[in-house]
């Protein structure tokens, strides 16, 4: 679904905060002959070195030890030791986050820094909606990007809880202290040819993480209704088109499409066994402002700016890739609408009591556009030409082609796109230049 440019150095720098380095101190009074007057004083002393080695040792060991370094290294990015939560301060800021007039949702939004959780998050506050935010804030890319859409979302008073879908003390915290209605789960380890890079990452969070969930939601009392991130990945190397919901999913080209297959067949077992109410969306090339700097139109723009090159891929026939670009409003307005349309959930306590709805759309744009066309709408509106390289596409993860029959989404969920690509374009590049030229930030 999305263009990955090959992940930089930066993903091996912004370590979570380690142990303090110890300087040594080489001043003159180191070398100062210390008497012992007293055995006492001696006893304190040696006490004293103990009590410290002590906490270094519990400063120093991680909560949960990974299996070994590489694993924690791998998993690093997407498990930070969160911020510390809990406390009454911290429970007041959710409860008043989440507070509603009756008759209003209550939903809890996973990834509401990212791309589509933060704009899926001011349009139910917007709309009076109560709204709590849960984000990891990882350095997948730029966490700079995922802090400004932070403070977006704190000016419209929606608080992001600092923390990882994994943390299932968390997850059944914030079930105890709010009684979500609904659960917006948007919370994913995103890109498929990062996936080659660091595979453990997809597994926790797109598998464990999503299990998470599900496991708190069938727990909470009353459960949500749960709304998540599929993806027009599952489509895999499907040559049919336009896809349709009903088509096989079965031969994903991606370890992150896998991922995402998996999480609809977990759905399926979460909402046949616990009755947990499932919609599952496939998002089908998302752009727009604040959007993510891993996907192609984000480093065009960049990469167009500073006169480098633009790889273009093309089939190994030559034949052009194109996609099914969708503007984020369009799909925040799907995003909405299977909240609103989702049904209620049937369990309680963990038992089912009766069958619950089980859904799953494609959200697209049903107008698959050449990639050569995009960097067209750029070069015109950074009006700025754009340095073109015809490079074969690698067979890593990305399909050449997406197309999505949104039949369905229409009929269930009143989904009817209405941004094409060129006035959708013109959004995000006037939110780029104010984002970047105002000088304050990098692009990196
Ligand atoms: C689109 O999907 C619907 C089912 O939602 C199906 O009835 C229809 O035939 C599909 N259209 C095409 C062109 O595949």
Redesign the pocket.
């Known amino acids: 679904m999305s263009q990955l440019k090959p992940i930089s150095s930066h993903m091996d720098g912004g370590a979570p905060s380690t142990p303090g380095k110890f300087k040594v101190d080489k001043s003159p009074f180191v070398h100062h002959r210390l008497r012992w007057h007293s055995s006492l004083a001696k006893l304190a002393f040696w006490s004293f070195v103990f009590l410290g080695l002590i906490l270094l040792f519990f400063y120093r060991s991680p909560s949960s030890p990974p299996s070994s370094a590489s694993d924690r290294r791998l998993l690093r990015h997407s498990s930070h030791p969160s911020a510390p939560w809990g406390g009454p301060s911290w429970e007041k800021r959710v409860r008043s986050s989440a507070r509603v007039r009756s008759g209003r949702l209550t939903v809890l939004v996973t990834g509401a820094a990212g791309f589509i959780g933060s704009h899926v998050s001011l349009a139910l506050r917007h709309r009076g909606d109560g709204v709590l935010g849960l984000d990891n804030f990882n350095d997948y890319y730029d966490p700079s990007l995922k802090r400004a859409r932070q403070a977006l979302l704190e000016r419209a008073r929606v608080f992001i809880v600092e923390g990882d879908v994994n943390d299932a003390a968390l997850l059944t915290k914030l079930f105890d202290v709010v009684p979500f209605t609904h659960v917006m789960h948007l919370a994913a380890q995103a890109g498929v040819r990062y996936a080659m890079k660091n595979p453990a990452s997809y597994i926790h969070s797109n598998v464990a993480g999503l299990v998470s969930l599900f496991e708190a939601c069938k727990s909470a009392n009353p459960q949500p209704a749960v709304v998540w991130a599929s993806s027009s990945s599952v489509y895999g190397l499907n040559s049919k088109v336009?896809f349709?919901?009903?088509d096989r999913t079965d031969r994903p080209a991606s370890l992150y499409a896998a991922t995402k297959k998996a999480g609809e067949e977990i759905a399926h077992t979460y909402n046949h066994i616990y009755g947990l109410s499932i919609t599952g969306l496939r998002f089908f090339t998302v752009y727009g402002p604040w959007g993510r700097p891993d996907m192609a139109y984000f480093f065009f723009t960049k990469d167009i700016l500073r006169g480098k090159g633009i790889p273009i891929f093309e089939t190994p026939d030559h034949g052009t890739v194109a996609r099914d670009f969708t503007y984020i409003d369009d799909v925040v307005k799907g995003c909405l609408a299977s909240l609103d349309t989702a049904g209620k959930s049937t369990g309680s306590g963990g038992k089912k009591r009766g069958p619950a709805p089980l859904r799953v759309f494609n959200l697209g744009n049903t107008s698959p556009l050449p990639v050569a066309k995009l960097v067209g709408i750029l070069e015109r509106l950074l009006k700025v030409k754009a340095n073109r390289m015809m490079v074969k596409m690698p067979r890593n993860g990305d399909v050449p082609f997406t197309h999505a029959?949104i039949?369905?989404a229409a009929k269930e969920l009143g989904y009817k796109p209405t941004t094409d690509l060129a006035t959708g374009l013109k959004k995000f590049v006037k939110w780029y230049l104010s984002y970047y030229d105002s000088g304050k930030r990098s692009s990196g």
């Open positions: 336009p349709s919901e009903s029959n039949s369905l």
